[in-house]
């Protein structure tokens, strides 16, 4: 089901950049930038995440003018629960996943 | 608006009007090749020019309806813009916002090969969105149930008329060859699939739907009558009556229902209700006539008349004179209509605000 698909990697990563500063509103090409994903990526998860209610969205209201009104996104409270628990289970896995990793290179 | 605007709308117009020009241009150079003399080939040349007139201006209409939409809008933008533009404007109405959103983000991103990868990506994005990033909600098939059934049954009729032929006139099969019965197929599925399946700009008026099913009926009835006027004898006098009375029907009562049908409903809605009724009577008419048109050859030429062979001749015309002369000839006339409505409907609008201010 689609709904208790676990998230991907890039899902997991755009969440996490946005609970960095959880008040503060972010541009989409920001994050493109600051994690390294493609754009067509990115607006499919901040699609996904604002359907599911993790992410709301707002137009910027200072504007220049001539220049158009960029979009904002930001964590919703479940998101930003959401965002806690992936960095506690992230935390968790992590040195499991570095164990496994030096095992694989033989280390 | 600007030299540079300016100068690619020209360059868009011409473009597309060198296109249907040239959709004209292949056909009618082989007719010219055909024939011999400089007299019969000017005449054959003035003869597609003036074909090609009504296609060559509504073409003109639209490429003009158009520019005052989205394509001024393009014009002043850069290549990832354009491309951008386009991919998401077919994105559906609860995905408008990041549309917006998507274009908005462009105008930051700075440097040319940055500009083309953001566009290319978020084009992407775009047209994951179209087909539903959550579950798409399942398209309507036949969102007119009864005008589907009309058309499904008037392709049925044509099926079934050809059918008839191809059995009883043993000849017609081999001779109307498979090039012919591959583009008579190919036009009698687009026209299910567009009852089927019709894109949304056809439904958005009922008016303008209903109406252009009324007008094929009344083209095709008119057909029938012809038939029942046609001359007894023949002898010059009979040929000559007999080819007016077709051509009135090819020529005046096609120009006239389409253009006053989508007249009158573009005056009553708007330009596009004025374009479906053109659609919509175009393609009821065409699959209904051709029907009208193989049983009045059939009667004309029984299966066990001197003259059986006549049929794939026969199954030409009505497939040229019906299914291609209609749209090429016809929906020009309904899409003139329609703009004709709209310039009286701008004039009134002109009126009123003159009104308003005194």
Same mark, same amino acid.
């Given at each position: 089901m689609a709904g208790t698909r676990r998230p991907s990697e890039q899902t997991i990563a755009v969440v996490l950049a946005l609970a960095e500063n959880p008040a503060t509103w972010r541009y989409g090409y920001e994050l493109c930038r600051q994690l390294g994903l493609k754009?067509?990526?990115? +607006?499919?998860?901040?699609?996904?995440?604002?359907?599911?209610?993790?992410?709301?969205?707002?137009?910027?209201?200072?504007?220049?003018?001539?220049?158009?009104?960029?979009?904002? +996104?930001?964590?919703?409270?479940?998101?930003?629960?959401?965002?806690?628990?992936?960095?506690?289970?992230?935390?968790?896995?992590?040195p499991a996943v570095a164990r496994l990793r030096a095992r694989w290179e033989g280390v | 608006?600007?030299?540079?605007?300016?100068?690619?709308?020209?360059?868009?117009?011409?473009?597309?009007?060198?296109?249907?020009?040239?959709?004209?241009?292949?056909?009618?150079?082989?007719?010219?090749?055909?024939?011999?003399?400089?007299?019969?080939?000017?005449?054959?040349?003035?003869?597609?020019?003036?074909?090609?007139?009504? &296609?060559?201006?509504?073409?003109?209409?639209?490429?003009?309806?158009?520019?005052?939409?989205?394509?001024?809008?393009?014009?002043?933008?850069?290549g990832p813009a354009r491309l951008l533009a386009i991919a998401v404007a077919a994105m559906p109405d609860d995905r408008k916002e990041w549309a917006v959103a998507m274009e908005a983000e462009l105008t930051q991103v700075q440097g040319r090969s940055a500009r083309w990868g953001f566009a290319l990506d978020t084009a992407r994005a775009a047209v994951i969105a179209q087909r539903g990033l959550r579950r798409p909600a399942p398209r309507r098939i036949a969102p007119s149930p009864a005008a589907a059934v009309i058309v499904?049954?008037?392709?049925?009729?044509?099926?079934?008329?050809?059918?008839?032929a191809f059995v009883h006139y043993p000849t017609t099969a081999e001779r109307f060859g498979p090039v012919k019965a591959t583009i008579l197929a190919a036009i009698l599925a687009g026209c299910v699939w567009l009852a089927l399946r019709p894109p949304r700009s056809l439904m958005t008026s009922r008016r303008g739907r209903w109406i252009g099913i009324a007008s094929g009926f009344v083209l095709s009835g008119y057909l029938l009558l012809t038939d029942f006027m046609m001359p007894e004898g023949t002898g010059d006098a009979g040929e000559l009556a007999a080819?007016?009375?077709?051509? &009135?029907f090819l020529v005046i009562a096609l120009v006239g229902v389409q253009f006053l049908g989508a007249l009158y409903v573009a005056g009553m809605e708007s330009f596009r209700s004025g374009i479906q009724t053109a659609v919509w009577s175009a393609m009821t008419g065409m699959l209904l006539s051709f029907s009208v048109w193989m049983v009045m050859m059939m009667r004309k030429h029984p299966p066990d008349s001197p003259v059986p062979n006549v049929m794939a001749g026969d199954l030409s015309e009505a497939g040229f004179w019906t299914l291609i002369w209609f749209p090429v000839w016809g929906l020009p006339f309904g899409i003139l209509g329609a703009a004709l409505s709209g310039v009286k409907t701008q004039r009134q609008i002109k009126q009123e605000t003159i009104t308003w201010t005194a």
């Open positions: 754009a067509g990526s990115m +607006y499919t998860i901040l699609m996904r995440l604002s359907d599911r209610g993790l992410v709301e969205t707002a137009w910027e209201t200072d504007a220049p003018p001539g220049r158009p009104a960029r979009h904002l +996104y930001r964590l919703t409270g479940p998101g930003a629960a959401m965002a806690t628990e992936m960095a506690a289970a992230r935390a968790k896995a992590g | 608006m600007g030299r540079g605007v300016t100068q690619v709308k020209l360059r868009v117009k011409l473009t597309v009007l060198g296109a249907v020009l040239l959709c004209f241009a292949v056909p009618a150079s082989l007719s010219i090749d055909g024939g011999d003399g400089i007299g019969w080939q000017r005449d054959q040349l003035m003869m597609w020019l003036f074909f090609a007139a009504p &296609s060559l201006l509504a073409t003109w209409v639209l490429v003009n309806r158009w520019w005052t939409g989205p394509g001024e809008r393009l014009s002043t933008m850069d499904v049954l008037a392709v049925a009729g044509c099926i079934a008329t050809t059918a008839y080819l007016g009375l077709l051509m &009135s």
